[in-house]
């Protein structure tokens, strides 16, 4: 599963907008020059896989200042978990609310997923169901 370049704050809360299956949302900060960054994506392909993320976001933190800044981005890789609940009395997404791990690992996206209570993904395509069922 690839992520979704983005590049503003509307972009990112529009993903959160239609957040509707578990309402996370994985928010990944990296750029082309970061060397830690490619092997943070490949561990965050599989978390993906395992937990039920409605989407996985993409920021280039070179070319989006903003955004950037908005988030006191200081060290990449770094990550984010967004939930729809994290958006302020006008609807719209509030950073304040929001825990950013810089200079993460997969590790740590792991332990984060687990402690916010992302939901694992089921696999529906395990379940047989026979005459007997």
């Known amino acids: 599963m690839a992520h979704t370049k983005v590049q503003s704050?509307?972009?990112?809360?529009?993903?959160?907008?239609a957040a509707t299956v578990?309402?996370?949302?994985?928010?990944?900060?990296?750029s082309p020059t970061c060397?830690?960054?490619?092997a943070f994506t490949e561990?965050?392909?599989?978390?993906?896989?395992?937990r039920c993320v409605d989407a996985w976001l993409y920021v280039d933190a070179h070319s989006c200042d903003d955004v950037s800044a908005a988030f006191s981005l200081?060290?990449?890789?770094?990550?984010a978990l967004l939930h729809r609940d994290h958006r302020d009395s006008s609807k719209k997404?509030?950073?304040?609310?929001?825990?950013?791990?810089?200079?993460?690992?997969g590790p740590q996206l792991e332990?984060?997923?687990?402690?916010?209570?992302?939901?694992?993904?089921?696999?529906?395509?395990?379940?047989v169901f026979t005459?007997?069922?």
């Open 9 to 17: 704050l509307e972009e990112i809360d529009a993903a959160l907008k």
């Open 22 to 30: 578990s309402g996370w949302v994985l928010l990944q900060f990296g």
């Open 35 to 38: 060397k830690l960054c490619p």
């Open 43 to 50: 561990e965050a392909s599989k978390v993906r896989e395992r």
């Open 74 to 79: 200081r060290r990449l890789p770094a990550f």
């Open 93 to 105: 997404l509030d950073p304040e609310k929001v825990s950013v791990w810089q200079a993460a690992t």
């Open 111 to 127: 332990m984060a997923c687990e402690a916010n209570g992302v939901p694992f993904r089921t696999d529906t395509r395990a379940l």
């Open 131 to 133: 005459d007997d069922f």
